[in-house]
């Protein structure tokens, strides 16, 4: 396995998230629950970076002590696992009453793990040379390391199957929220393929003391299993907040561009429009200014809307083919189109009305906006609406 890649890397996004998670912390200092959240994942971060081979051997030579980032790496991923415990009682029972001193017991139980850890490499006759990969390995057989390690393997499984447990329990109350939904799912998931390095270390250590080869277990499939669970874990916490952000910025970001074929067409019933371009600032009140713009344009535009515009582009609709996934939005830019082609002096309200999305919300109007605003664009209905109202009729202005 190619430690500095992996570890490196799954280090690399446990920082990224961890700093995400800091910056959500302090905008809620009292919050208990995120702090928690934020020391676990800087603490995934801080074991795996330690366990990058080069700087484990930095760290040997820098301390003086050879093997130090073993103490460091497993201390940290203890601290990580327990860290992930205190903030899903908080998230599973945020009103009970116990689960101050449940977090405080699961701290003060950390504390002593560490402690005791510590205690025990100081003791092991580990000190010689630096093993940066297979210090489990080398040293299997060395009583006082296996304690050690039995009692970070120890908390490591008990606190991933506890986190197992807790994720499963508020898993149905959270089926409204779909992101926070796949988070725990990740979390889930992630903790039990953890386990499997629990297991492959456990196998590797008996099977040492029985006399059998299990180098490859141990410094090469059981680590995978943990860097694997840890990177699914670590995205899992980037899932309740930082992703769909990323993503809702990333959409904004497209949204302009994408709403111009119809902020530009509606110019033409508007002209104010064409002088009022979004101001600079955060692209999410560009993009607000922009579909109010429009939707001011469209009130604009709706006297001249009638009965017969919205049968003819139900008509072509059907004569075209449109596919039911774009047939409503490709039958309003039709609608639209057609108000545009009569003119101004066709403004008489015929109790007719431009559409509303079904989510009353501005996320649900961008997402309609920016399908209307494609149909405008590219579909065949709106070139074949108004040949049709050529041959028909000259447009009236």
């Known amino acids: 396995m190619q430690f500095a890649l992996v570890y490196g890397s799954i280090g690399a996004l446990a920082l990224l998230a961890s700093g995400w998670r800091v910056a959500l912390a302090l905008r809620a200092p009292q919050a208990a629950a995120r702090w928690a959240v934020a020391i676990a994942i800087a603490c ?54 116990g689960r101050y001193l449940g977090a405080r017991t699961i ?20 000190h010689d040379e630096v093993h940066a990969t297979d210090f489990d390995d080398h040293y299997a057989k060395v009583p006082v390391v296996d304690v050690f390690l039995g009692i970070y393997l120890c908390a490591y499984t008990l606190a991933l199957l506890r986190l197992i447990l807790l994720c499963r329990a508020w898993l149905p109350q959270v089926r409204t929220q779909p992101w926070l939904r796949r988070g725990l799912l990740l979390l889930c998931l992630g903790s039990t393929v953890a386990l499997g390095y629990s297991v492959g270390k ?58 111009r074929p119809l902020w530009s067409a509606l110019c033409e019933a508007a002209p104010e429009l064409s002088a009022s371009a979004p101001p600079g600032g955060a692209a999410k009140d560009r993009v607000y200014r922009r579909v109010i713009e429009i939707r001011d344009a469209l009130l604009i535009l709706q006297p001249r809307l009638t009965p017969e515009m919205t049968t003819r582009a139900v008509e072509f609709a059907d004569a075209l083919r449109i596919p039911a996934s774009r047939r409503e939005a490709a ?43 494609r149909a405008y664009h590219t579909s065949p209905i709106i070139t074949a609406v108004l040949a049709d109202l050529e041959h028909t009729a000259p447009p009236v202005t």
């Not at 990058?52 to 002590?65: D, E």
């Not at 701290?107 to 580990?126: D, H, K, T």
């Not at 559409?355 to 920016?370: A, K, V, Y």
């Open 44 to 97: 995934a971060a801080l074991g795996f970076e330690a366990a990058v081979p080069q700087i484990y051997s930095w760290i040997g030579r820098t301390s003086g002590i050879p093997n130090l980032a073993s103490l460091i790496v497993y201390s940290a991923i203890a601290t990580a696992v327990l860290s992930q415990l205190v903030w899903t009682s908080y998230l599973v029972a945020p009103d009970s009453p």
């Open 107 to 126: 701290v003060a139980v950390n504390v002593a793990v560490v402690a005791v850890m510590a205690i025990l490499f100081a003791l092991a006759p580990v």
């Open 202 to 259: 456990t196998i590797a250590i008996a099977g040492a003391w029985a006399g059998f080869a299990t180098h490859r277990l141990n410094i090469e499939i059981a680590p995978a299993f943990a860097s694997l669970g840890a990177a699914a874990m670590t995205i899992g916490y980037l899932c309740p907040s930082l992703l769909p952000n990323a993503l809702t910025a990333a959409q904004r970001a497209r949204a302009l561009p994408r709403l």
């Open 331 to 373: 039958i309003e830019a039709a609608r639209i189109a057609q108000t545009l082609h009569v003119g101004r002096s066709a403004a008489v309200d015929h109790g007719e009305s431009f559409h509303r999305p079904e989510i009353p919300s501005f996320q649900g109007e961008l997402t309609w906006l920016l399908a209307v605003s």
